[in-house]
Each structure stands twice: as C-alpha cells, then as structure tokens.
C-alpha cells in the first residue's frame, strides 16, 4: 500500500499510494475511500510505527489517505517555518519544534507518549561483551564499564546532530548526566563525545548521523554503538542496553532533574543557544497550510484524533514507547472538534 521513496538531506518520505475505493476496517466492515491525505511530518524515530503501523491503521479506519515524512524534529520545524514543506501533522520530539511555529501554523499541541535514551549496539563488534554484560545487568558498575569502553580511542560512536535533532541534544546531555551519576572522570565526556561536544563547536563530526540512517550504519557493523530511542531499538530488534531513569530523559517526573543538564546549540545565522534537558516526549499538532484542501485538512485532523485513540495508542505502545496521559498545551478552543471529542474520550 505505501511505497517509499528518499528524499534528499536528513528526511525520509513515504508515499501511500491511492487507496481503492473501499477499504476494510478489522472487524470487517467496509470504510469507503475518502478524498484528503494526512501529510504527516514525523521525527525520525516515529518512522517505523507512523508508515507501518498507524498510517495503514489510519487509512483502514477511515478510508483517508496518508503519506509521511521523518527527520530531526528541530530541522523539520525549520523546513516547515521556511516553507520548503507543508506538512498538515507535525509529531515532534518534545513541545520545542512546535513552540518554535507557534502563533502562525498552530496554538496547541497535545503530549500522548514518551521514548527514553537507550544506548544500542553492535552485537558482533569488539566490545560487544562490554555492552552485553550491561544490557543483562545495567548496575552502575557494568554502566560505567561501558562508557568507559565509549571513551576508549578508535571506538566507532554514531549519534544525531544536536542542532537539528532533539534526539541528538539529549545524547550529549545524558552522557554529561551519566557522568555525574555514575562518578566518572569530568574528562570523560569530551573523550566520548569530542571536544566542544557541550560547548557549540560539535565535538566529533564523524560521529553526526541522520537518525534515519544510524541504525542502518550500526547493523552493517560500521558503528561500535549508537545512540538510539527505546522505541527504535524495540522496531528495529538492535541489541541495547537500558539506562536508569535518572539519565535516560524518559520519565517527566524527572524533568528537574534532567534541566541540570544543558548543550550549547549553534543556530544557522552563527548565534548559540542553550538548550536544557527536557523528558524525551512525543508531541503532535496539526498545522495551518494555506495551500491545504478542506479534504486535506479534514484529514490531517482525522490523523490525529485515530492516534490520540485507544487504537492508536495501542500502536504505539506495542512499538516501545512509553503512553502518557493524552494532555493539551494551549487553548482547548484552538484545537480542531474532531480532536478535542477524542481527548474528552481518553478521560
């Protein structure tokens, strides 16, 4: 039914084809076809659940089309801000990216899961057993034993760029967290990460992958480890090992905790910001497109509502991600009807 096709830079598209006209539901009722297509703009870690899991769910549901799009939430944001893209859903990686469009494209956005950090690896590679022994028992020892192998000289270390990718933030920041938590030398932050990693100069650049393309690089044996949510690692069946709670920016009650940490970004005009830890949650809106069709937008909102539902979220939750309560950032009386009836549901 969807047939992928790359696009250039970081992002990863998927194009559904046009649906017959009827499709059938799992109980086994026809839904007829439908005219709009949910354009979904999605971080990279929602590739795999958003086009194989809930875009086909969504288009069994209700009979709309969908097409998606993944990439760094931050990079997506921009693309979306510049108009190189007109996406009518965006999913992103924590409330910034959506903040960041905020009054012109959208008002709200409602928060409905979570990804923590997981560290995955090569499971045939040198230092397999190192991780290994971690993954069996994450004690702070056998934690310890494997940053240290990550600072070691020549270990192959894929991560995601921390000015386009809030994936990519939140890995400089926990290994600074594991550091502290696990009483490792301040030193060994720059000799895992590269000098300047925390600082605004990048650290290693031959570490910076697309999130799209890490696991890829890790499962042909050119990485010794990645950074990776538990999400993907769960979808994609990679060898990991879990952090505590304390480092692994997935649980919000550790929000205060997580802020202790923070990265210095560089911007694309050469200015720098200071990005504070945040939990790793999923956030979705849809956006105003003045190019959009009403068919379009009917089904940008339908998109949305199928996921916030329990379908939806059982999707979700059965590729790894952590379900929170759904919850509404912004004025209730900005989001569209059909998704405000599913939040009242989900009470």
């Known amino acids: 039914m969807a047939a992928a096709c790359l696009a250039a830079g970081l992002s990863l598209v998927v194009c559904s084809s046009v649906a017959s006209a009827s499709t059938t539901t799992s109980r086994g009722r026809a839904t007829a076809h439908r005219a709009g297509t949910a354009d979904v703009a999605f971080a990279g870690s929602l590739l795999a659940v958003d086009n194989e899991d809930v875009g086909p769910g969504f288009e069994r549901a209700t009979g709309y089309g969908y097409t998606g799009r993944g990439g760094g939430s931050i990079g997506l944001a921009h693309d979306i801000s510049a108009g190189e893209i007109a996406p009518g859903v965006f999913e992103s990686v924590g409330a910034a990216p959506i903040a960041s469009l905020e009054p012109h494209f959208t008002r709200w956005y409602v928060r409905f899961a979570a990804s923590p950090l997981v560290l995955a690896y090569n499971p045939h590679g040198p230092y397999a057993a190192v991780f290994r022994a971690a993954a ?124 202790s940490a923070s990265v210095i970004v560089p911007s694309s005009t050469g200015a720098k910001t200071v990005v504070h830890g945040t939990p790793l949650v999923i956030d979705v809106t849809t956006l105003r497109q003045a190019s959009a069709t009403k068919a379009d937008v009917a089904a940008s909102q339908a998109f949305v509502a199928y996921q916030l539902s329990a379908s939806g979220r059982r999707a979700y939750a059965k590729e790894g991600f952590t379900l929170l309560p759904n919850t509404l950032f912004g004025p209730r009386s900005a989001v569209p009807l059909r998704i405000r009836r599913e939040l009242r549901r989900a009470r």
């Open 136 to 259: 069996r028992a994450p004690e702070r020892s056998s934690l310890a034993a494997v940053f240290e192998a990550m600072a070691r000289p020549g270990f192959l270390l894929g991560r995601t760029n921390p000015a386009t990718d809030p994936q990519g933030q939140a890995f400089v920041m926990m290994v600074e967290l594991a550091q502290r938590y696990l009483h490792l030398p301040n030193a060994i932050v720059d000799q895992i990460l590269g000098a300047g990693a925390t600082t605004g100069s990048g650290g290693n650049p031959s570490q910076i992958f697309a999130e799209t393309a890490l696991d890829s690089h890790l499962e042909a044996g050119q990485l010794d480890a990645a950074s990776a949510f538990l999400s993907q690692a769960v979808q994609l069946h990679l060898a990991y090992v879990r952090l505590p709670a304390a480092i692994d920016f997935g649980d919000p009650a550790d929000a205060r905790h997580y802020a």
